[in-house]
């Protein structure tokens, strides 16, 4: 079965510092990969997805996120942490009619 | 872009009482749509798979009679919460995939806002 796993359920950077939250997925021919976020008491807003057509994809709000087959993983990054950044992260990965989401990842932003 | 429309955001309701939340596609057609609950600080656990036109497929665990879902059109899935009790609390939301002309694999999941219950 496909599986996700996100590393870290808390991540606190400072802001204007680099934000990085981890992504592995399970490997699948080809795999289907999405970044969500979600804000306190709201339903899931889509940042980026991957699929296939180039290894780094660029999100909504400054979001990007690398593809790397040899790790299996789809970390998302960001330049520069804003506060309004501070959510939660969730990585999925899409099958024929299921998503398999990873655990989540807190991202909390400090001024 | 694609928007689903859950309601409400919000009830409260008194235990043995049934609760039923509305999962609306507004500018697409879905033949498929997701229930997920959401427990607090946790990841998104799916409930069932609401067809359009046909029975929803739950998940291990998951009572089908206390949690029916019901899949009229393909721009409306309803989840009723059926005699509720306090452990029924949660966040419950829908999600749907837009599936015109495009492979299924990487269409998406567009979500509903959720919809906080409270059984008192």
């Known amino acids: 079965a496909q599986s996700v796993t996100q590393l870290g359920s808390h991540v606190s950077v400072s802001e204007g510092a680099l934000v990085l939250l981890r992504c592995n997925y399970s490997s699948s021919v080809p795999p289907y990969l999405f970044w969500y976020v979600q804000y306190p008491n709201q339903g899931l807003q889509l940042l980026l997805k991957y699929t296939s057509a180039a290894t780094l994809v660029k999100g909504i709000n400054g979001f990007e996120a690398e593809f790397k087959k040899s790790e299996t993983s789809f970390h998302l990054t960001k330049p520069s942490a804003h506060m309004s950044d501070a959510a939660e992260y969730f990585c999925a990965q899409a099958g024929f009619n299921k998503f398999y989401f990873g655990s989540g990842t807190k991202l909390n932003v400090k001024p | 872009g694609a928007v689903v429309s859950q309601h409400p955001s919000r009830v409260i309701c008194k235990s043995g009482t049934s609760v039923k939340i509305e999962c609306r596609s507004l500018d697409f057609q879905a033949t498929t749509m997701f229930w997920y609950r959401q427990f607090p600080k946790q990841s998104l656990m799916l409930m069932a798979t609401?067809?359009?036109?046909?029975?929803?497929?739950?998940e291990q665990g998951v009572e089908k009679d206390k949690f029916l879902i019901n899949h009229a059109s393909l721009t409306l899935s309803t989840l009723t919460v059926t005699s509720a009790h306090p452990e029924d609390s949660s966040f419950y939301i829908c999600?749907?995939?837009?599936?015109?002309?495009?492979?299924?694999?990487?269409?998406?999941?567009?979500f509903g806002n959720g919809t906080r219950l409270t059984v008192t």
């Open positions: 609401s067809n359009e036109g046909s029975k929803a497929t739950y």
């Open positions: 999600s749907a995939r837009d599936r015109a002309g495009k492979s299924s694999y990487n269409s998406p999941l567009h």
